[in-house]
């Protein structure tokens, strides 16, 4: 076990009522978590503070100045009513099982209800060591603290549900990985940070008592409705089920590769988590990897569907001691409902894509012409966010060279936009409401890789003007702003960024 850290001061004064927590997960049996408080750090500043999300969440925080904010998002005070936590879970990690892995750098501050009446979790990520944290040293680097505060943000402005980041702190003090890095705390918010597995860790231990109560836990806050139903557990698969096949059809739309789909990385609320390795395609490959850990290509960005699946298959065998039939009974129920994933996963995935190329209502043809668009994209090359913004802009009437211009091969480009043209003969909406709908779900501002590297490196030498230029940029993704062209910009060749990596 590891001994609580002293704090370097107490709780905030006169704070009873910044943050009204509610913490039911630290209600559960102490076999879910570890209490463990932050470890202080010597020089927590303020890199950023969103306010906006703060008063999503009903904090009241507009008193605090700088340093009082730094000091409470690094865990050097913490305010009255937190009840600081490591969850306990276990995962696949890169489809090898781990028995014991848990929160080992991050802390579950506790649970608030936000102005719309939902829970949320608020936690320290790069807090300092928690019995979780295999001989780690519980701290996180600057750069993907900067990273995670980036994508997370700008998924949830693309519509994607993903955990927010609500401030990011510098600790004054080196993490040491390959070299010395700045340190630096990302104070995460989510629907919650249960995952498959979390399950994992109560089945694999035969814990059936610990599996319903989690899932009671999971039943009462993420899915209340399935509470009375005759088998609530074969319903809470379905129903995590049906949100992760409508997640991972979002992140195909847009081109994100979350780089390690591990069971302990896949929430049961139905949100991106985990921004370590993740990336954004530039040229369109569907067999593309960027994680430097992911050295056979199990997480490349055709296989994620691919991969909820297998994961979800863990997650089913997880809940099948609690289900009420014979367990042949049992495996052949969720065996259909693994297999109903697929079919909505693909559903899901064709109307997204239906929207991306503008088309209304549904034919036989339509899943060949997105699948033969997609083949030309990755043969010429194109890129990805930007040829369907340039789509967009042909369905408003502008003329074929721009987006012929994203080809490096544009042979058969001409021939598809024929049949794309007459697919779209029957839409009676005028060219400038079309070509607005394309746009309103083609994003001309994604957190490309190359200005994500840029962003970390003047972060590390203490220049956070572009991470903030960043976040403003990517806060209104569907929107061309002048100011901002530059990030709309695929990479020249010498910017590719090939590799990503993990924060650990």
Not at 116 to 145: M, N, Y
Not at 433 to 459: C, L, T, W, Y
Not at 461 to 489: I, N
Request: proline share 7%; with cysteine; net charge negative.
């Amino acid at each position: 076990m590891v001994a609580p850290c002293a704090r370097l001061h107490g709780p905030c004064e006169g704070d009873a009522s910044l943050i009204a927590f509610d913490n039911s997960y630290a209600r559960l049996p102490e076999r879910f978590f570890r209490p463990v408080e932050p470890c202080p750090v010597a020089a927590p500043r303020l890199i950023r503070f969103n306010a906006s999300l703060a008063d999503e969440l009903g904090l009241d925080l507009g008193a605090f100045d700088d340093d009082a904010l730094a000091r409470l998002f690094s865990g050097n005070a913490l305010p009255e009513g937190a009840a600081p936590v490591a969850m306990a879970y276990a995962g696949h990690q890169f489809g090898n099982f781990v028995p014991q892995l848990g929160d080992g750098r991050a802390i579950l501050l506790g649970e608030v209800l936000d102005r719309h009446g939902i829970r949320r979790d608020i936690q320290l990520k790069g807090a300092g060591e928690t019995p979780f944290s295999r001989q780690g040293d519980g701290r996180a680097a600057l750069g993907p603290v900067l990273r995670e505060y980036i994508v997370s943000e700008a998924m949830h402005a693309l519509g994607i549900p993903t955990t927010r980041a609500l401030a990011a702190v510098l600790t004054g003090e080196p993490v040491y990985r390959e070299t010395a890095l700045p340190g630096a705390i990302l104070t995460r918010v989510a629907a919650s940070h249960v995952r498959i597995g979390t399950f994992q860790y109560f089945a694999v231990r035969g814990d059936i008592d610990g599996l319903r109560a989690l899932a009671g836990h999971v039943i009462a806050r993420h899915y209340p409705e399935l509470a009375d139903l005759q088998d609530p557990y074969l319903a809470l698969f379905r129903a995590v089920a049906a949100c992760q096949a409508a997640l991972v059809a979002r992140w195909m739309s847009i081109g994100f590769i979350h780089g390690v789909m591990n069971t302990d990385n896949m929430t049961v609320s139905g949100e991106t988590i985990d921004f370590g390795p993740c990336a954004f395609l530039d040229e369109y490959d569907p067999r593309k990897v960027f994680s430097s850990i992911d050295q056979r290509g199990r997480y490349a960005y055709a296989n994620q569907p691919g991969i909820a699946q297998w994961n979800l298959a863990r997650f089913a065998e997880t809940l099948l001691p609690l289900m009420g039939g014979r367990e042949d009974e049992n495996v052949e129920a969720a065996n259909e409902a693994l297999a109903e994933f697929g079919r909505v996963f693909q559903a899901r995935w064709l109307e997204a894509f239906r929207e991306k190329l503008g088309l209304t209502g549904e034919a036989d043809d339509d899943l060949p012409l997105v699948n033969d668009f997609l083949a030309l994209m990755h043969r010429g090359e194109a890129d990805f966010t930007l040829t369907f913004r340039a789509l967009a802009k042909l369905a408003g009437g502008a003329p074929d060279a721009p987006l012929l211009a994203h080809f490096s091969d544009a042979e058969g480009v001409t021939n598809w936009l024929s049949r794309w043209r007459a697919r779209l003969s029957a839409d009676l909406r005028p060219a400038a409401d079309r070509q607005a709908a394309m746009e309103a779900v083609n994003p001309a501002v994604i957190p490309r890789n190359h200005h994500i590297e840029a962003v970390i490196s003047a972060g590390l030498a203490g220049d956070f003007k572009p991470f903030e230029q960043m976040l403003k940029a990517t806060s209104k993704p569907y929107v061309e702003r002048p100011e901002f062209a530059a990030f709309m910009e695929p990479p020249k060749p010498e910017e590719r960024v090939a590799r990503t990596f993990c924060g650990t």
